[in-house]
């Protein structure tokens, strides 16, 4: 592979002090208390619920049709993007 | 007619086993309400969870259950098998009930008369199936298969419906008390449900309570609705979003004077509120629940 | 049986073919002694699938949802629910599509980051559910003899998730978790994003340059020297001091071995 056309990119030497100051500088982080506690609890999502009646909100028709979508992103975005985000043109990147 | 108290005999909708779960009211558990709980210890009968939450690899569900579990009985509740459902059963989903049942060792096991998948797509849904001799034999079928797989006896819980079918040829108790006597099951009834239905579909809630094989009950479900309308006709929606609504309490008095106290779980999975507010709910059950009992003892004494 | 009750009537596949499809009426064979409107009794079921199924979406996409606001989101996941509703009952793990789907999403591509902000919230909701296992930390480490270092085989922690990204999602997820006011970001500064979750609190962070690229080397096996190489190789700003920091002390590891013998 790779590895084995390519020299050497990181010295034996290169590797020990790396490794040695990240051990110093991690035992000396280590003491903070990490994620100790048991965080936030997600919702579970199974449930045995009729959810919001019979509300119209799941079954909009418009809310379905992509041909006829007029939404447009109306949260955060605009305020917390900048600068190249907003109003780009560019096709979305599928990765 | 049925005596007043639990019945002598051994009864597969009360078992002996591990965990076991008193005739007492107890609560869905809710993540909003893990540490309160874990904290403050309160006093109730017992936690019951919806099994597809804990299906994860790890993580803080199983752990706070693990903790809560330490504290309380348990009631495992399904909500996603479709024992309903015309195809077979998902075995990769029996055996992950299998395992939560092995390590949790919950006092009962329910699922519901519902189907909620269809060719492999799943709709987060309790959806209702016509009653007639070929449901029956399925629904039986499907519930021997899984008291086979867990090694246990399950309850089957009576669905809230907003509709009836052509194809139904058998009312709702006499299918549930046929599916229990053919597969030996036990049923959890939702009386909350029970009043739901009767609403919806012009139904007398007290009637039904009265046909129903209460020997085989082996847990009672409340929970709060919400009210909408179809033309001017009252439609209400199982909706697990209140305080136990009002109309319910005098049909769950009237089913424990048939059944004697069984082990009652107030559900609240929408708008979930201060656990003060879910406990002041389990104690009112509680409340009924030690006068049945009194009933009873006095009825046995006369 | 009424002859006017066509095959299968009352069946499973009217049901649910027409669950999902908002415009059609009820399924034949539905009765409403009570006399009110079969469409509008199925319409509850119809309502609760959709319903719940965008609320599953908008537990597991809350960042999403801020950032486009909760009506585009709802539409939005609408569309994905009904072209790919869940096919296992456990709903936690409902959404690993719906990143693409959102990348594929004509209204939503002036976003063009919206989609590696999904991907990311999808790799916090694995960590949630991830396996659990103790972390290795620095003192375990320290007590390989500085010769085989080069040679340890690290473990990955269960709950490791990397998402690697040209725009900065884990900016643009904290402030859109922690901030009432969300701060602006610069999007275009590429973040690489590691979560992980060694006890029971997930946390996000950014990785040093390099690391994506040196902790997926290490979570296919090969030995911490020959990450280093693979990494250095992909990525020249490669920095293996912070990194190995990141690997010694944030529980991204659960095992250490040298070669083939376990710790």
């Given at each position: 592979?790779?590895?084995?056309?390519?020299?050497?990119l990181?010295?034996?030497?290169?590797?020990?002090?790396?490794f040695?100051?990240a051990?110093?500088?991690a035992?000396s982080?280590d003491?903070?208390?990490t994620?100790k506690?048991?965080g936030?609890?997600?919702?579970g999502?199974?449930?045995?619920?009729?959810?919001?009646?019979?509300?119209?909100?799941?079954?909009?028709k418009?809310?379905?049709?992509?041909?006829?979508?007029k939404?447009?992103?109306?949260?955060?975005?605009?305020?917390t993007?900048?600068?190249?985000g907003?109003?780009?043109?560019?096709?979305?990147?599928?990765? | 007619?049925?005596p007043p108290?639990?019945?002598p005999?051994?009864?597969?909708?009360?078992?002996?086993?591990?965990?076991?779960?008193?005739?007492?009211?107890?609560?869905?558990?809710?993540p909003?309400?893990?540490?309160?709980?874990?904290e403050?210890?309160?006093?109730?009968?017992?936690?019951?969870?919806?099994?597809?939450?804990y299906?994860g690899?790890?993580?803080?569900?199983?752990a706070?259950?693990?903790r809560?579990?330490?504290?309380?009985?348990?009631?495992?509740?399904?909500?996603g098998?479709s024992?309903?459902?015309?195809?077979?059963?998902?075995?990769?989903?029996?055996?992950?009930?299998r395992?939560?049942?092995?390590?949790?060792?919950?006092?009962?096991?329910?699922?519901h008369?519902a189907?909620?998948?269809?060719?492999?797509?799943?709709?987060?849904?309790?959806?209702?199936?016509?009653?007639?001799?070929?449901?029956l034999?399925?629904?039986?079928?499907?519930?021997?298969?899984?008291?086979?797989?867990?090694?246990?006896?399950?309850?089957?819980?009576?669905p809230?419906?907003?509709?009836?079918?052509?194809?139904?040829?058998i009312?709702?108790v006499?299918f549930l008390?046929?599916?229990?006597?053919?597969?030996?099951c036990?049923?959890?009834?939702?009386?909350?449900n029970?009043?739901?239905?009767?609403?919806?579909?012009?139904r007398?809630?007290?009637?039904?309570?009265?046909?129903?094989?209460?020997?085989?009950?082996?847990?009672?479900h409340?929970?709060?609705?919400?009210?909408?309308?179809?033309?001017g006709?009252?439609?209400?929606?199982?909706?697990?979003?209140a305080?136990?609504?009002?109309?319910?309490?005098?049909?769950?008095r009237r089913a424990l004077a048939?059944?004697?106290?069984?082990?009652?779980?107030?559900e609240?999975?929408n708008?979930v509120?201060?656990?003060a507010?879910?406990?002041?709910?389990?104690?009112?059950?509680?409340a009924?629940?030690?006068?049945?009992?009194?009933l009873?003892?006095?009825?046995?004494?006369? | 049986?009424?002859?006017?009750l066509e095959?299968?009537?009352g069946?499973?596949r009217?049901?649910?073919?027409?669950?999902?499809?908002?415009d059609?009426?009820?399924?034949?064979?539905?009765?409403?002694?009570?006399?009110g409107?079969?469409?509008?009794?199925?319409?509850?079921?119809?309502?609760n699938?959709?319903v719940?199924?965008?609320?599953?979406?908008?537990?597991r996409?809350?960042?999403?949802?801020?950032?486009?606001?909760?009506a585009?989101?709802?539409?939005?996941?609408s569309?994905?629910a009904?072209?790919?509703p869940?096919?296992?009952a456990?709903?936690?793990?409902?959404?690993?599509?719906?990143?693409?789907?959102?990348?594929?999403?004509?209204?939503?591509?002036?976003l063009?980051?919206?989609?590696?902000?999904?991907?990311?919230?999808?790799?916090?909701g694995?960590?949630?559910h991830?396996?659990?296992?103790?972390p290795l930390?620095p003192?375990?480490?320290g007590?390989?003899?500085?010769?085989?270092?080069?040679?340890?085989?690290?473990g990955?922690h269960?709950?490791?998730n990397l998402?690697?990204?040209?725009?900065?999602i884990?900016?643009?997820?904290?402030?859109?978790?922690?901030?009432?006011?969300?701060?602006?970001?610069?999007?275009?500064?590429a973040?690489?994003?590691?979560?992980?979750?060694p006890h029971?609190?997930?946390?996000?962070s950014?990785l040093?340059?390099?690391?994506?690229?040196?902790?997926?080397?290490?979570?296919?096996g090969?030995?911490?020297?020959r990450?280093?190489?693979?990494?250095?190789?992909?990525v020249?700003?490669?920095?293996?001091a912070?990194?190995?920091?990141?690997?010694?002390?944030?529980?991204?590891?659960a095992?250490?071995?040298?070669?083939?013998?376990?710790?």
């Amino acid at each position: 592979m790779r590895n084995n056309l390519t020299p050497h990119l990181i010295a034996a030497t290169a590797l020990a002090t790396a490794f040695s100051a990240a051990l110093t500088v991690a035992a000396s982080a280590d003491d903070k208390p990490t994620e100790k506690c048991y965080g936030v609890a997600l919702k579970g999502q199974n449930d045995c619920a009729a959810g919001a009646g019979t509300s119209c909100a799941g079954t909009s028709k418009k809310n379905y049709q992509g041909n006829a979508w007029k939404l447009v992103p109306k949260g955060t975005c605009e305020a917390t993007v900048t600068p190249t985000g907003k109003g780009s043109l560019s096709p979305v990147a599928s990765r | 007619m049925q005596p007043p108290t639990m019945p002598p005999i051994p009864n597969p909708a009360r078992p002996n086993g591990h965990g076991r779960v008193p005739a007492r009211a107890g609560a869905g558990l809710k993540p909003e309400h893990y540490a309160e709980i874990v904290e403050t210890r309160p006093d109730l009968g017992f936690f019951e969870i919806h099994a597809e939450n804990y299906m994860g690899a790890g993580g803080p569900p199983l752990a706070w259950l693990t903790r809560i579990r330490e504290a309380y009985p348990l009631s495992l509740h399904g909500v996603g098998l479709s024992i309903g459902g015309e195809g077979p059963l998902d075995a990769a989903h029996l055996d992950r009930l299998r395992e939560l049942n092995r390590r949790f060792e919950p006092g009962l096991f329910s699922e519901h008369l519902a189907w909620s998948t269809h060719e492999g797509k799943y709709f987060n849904d309790l959806l209702p199936l016509p009653y007639n001799a070929d449901t029956l034999a399925r629904v039986v079928m499907h519930i021997d298969q899984v008291q086979t797989r867990l090694g246990r006896t399950m309850l089957l819980e009576n669905p809230a419906s907003y509709a009836e079918f052509e194809a139904s040829t058998i009312s709702e108790v006499d299918f549930l008390a046929e599916i229990a006597a053919r597969s030996g099951c036990g049923l959890l009834l939702d009386v909350s449900n029970v009043y739901i239905s009767g609403i919806n579909n012009g139904r007398d809630p007290g009637a039904y309570l009265d046909a129903f094989p209460m020997r085989h009950v082996g847990e009672i479900h409340l929970s709060g609705y919400a009210e909408d309308e179809d033309g001017g006709i009252p439609l209400l929606i199982d909706a697990h979003v209140a305080r136990v609504s009002d109309p319910v309490w005098p049909y769950y008095r009237r089913a424990l004077a048939r059944c004697g106290p069984v082990p009652t779980l107030i559900e609240w999975d929408n708008d979930v509120p201060a656990w003060a507010v879910l406990h002041a709910d389990v104690r009112r059950a509680d409340a009924v629940l030690r006068e049945a009992a009194g009933l009873s003892d006095h009825a046995r004494v006369a | 049986m009424p002859a006017s009750l066509e095959r299968g009537a009352g069946g499973e596949r009217a049901f649910a073919a027409r669950l999902l499809d908002p415009d059609c009426a009820a399924p034949r064979g539905l009765r409403v002694p009570a006399g009110g409107s079969a469409d509008r009794r199925f319409s509850v079921y119809r309502n609760n699938v959709a319903v719940g199924l965008v609320a599953t979406l908008a537990a597991r996409f809350p960042v999403c949802r801020r950032l486009v606001g909760d009506a585009f989101f709802d539409a939005m996941a609408s569309l994905f629910a009904l072209q790919s509703p869940p096919r296992s009952a456990v709903m936690s793990a409902y959404g690993e599509g719906f990143p693409a789907f959102v990348a594929e999403f004509p209204p939503a591509c002036g976003l063009p980051y919206l989609a590696d902000v999904a991907r990311l919230e999808v790799a916090l909701g694995r960590a949630y559910h991830a396996a659990d296992a103790e972390p290795l930390g620095p003192a375990a480490f320290g007590r390989f003899p500085q010769g085989a270092w080069g040679e340890l085989v690290v473990g990955l922690h269960p709950s490791v998730n990397l998402v690697a990204s040209p725009h900065a999602i884990v900016s643009l997820w904290e402030t859109n978790t922690r901030d009432a006011t969300v701060r602006p970001v610069a999007v275009a500064q590429a973040e690489d994003a590691l979560v992980v979750r060694p006890h029971l609190a997930a946390a996000v962070s950014v990785l040093p340059p390099g690391g994506h690229a040196f902790l997926s080397a290490l979570a296919t096996g090969v030995p911490l020297a020959r990450a280093a190489e693979e990494a250095a190789a992909r990525v020249p700003a490669f920095d293996l001091a912070a990194n190995l920091v990141i690997l010694f002390r944030s529980g991204v590891a659960a095992t250490a071995r040298i070669g083939a013998a376990p710790l």
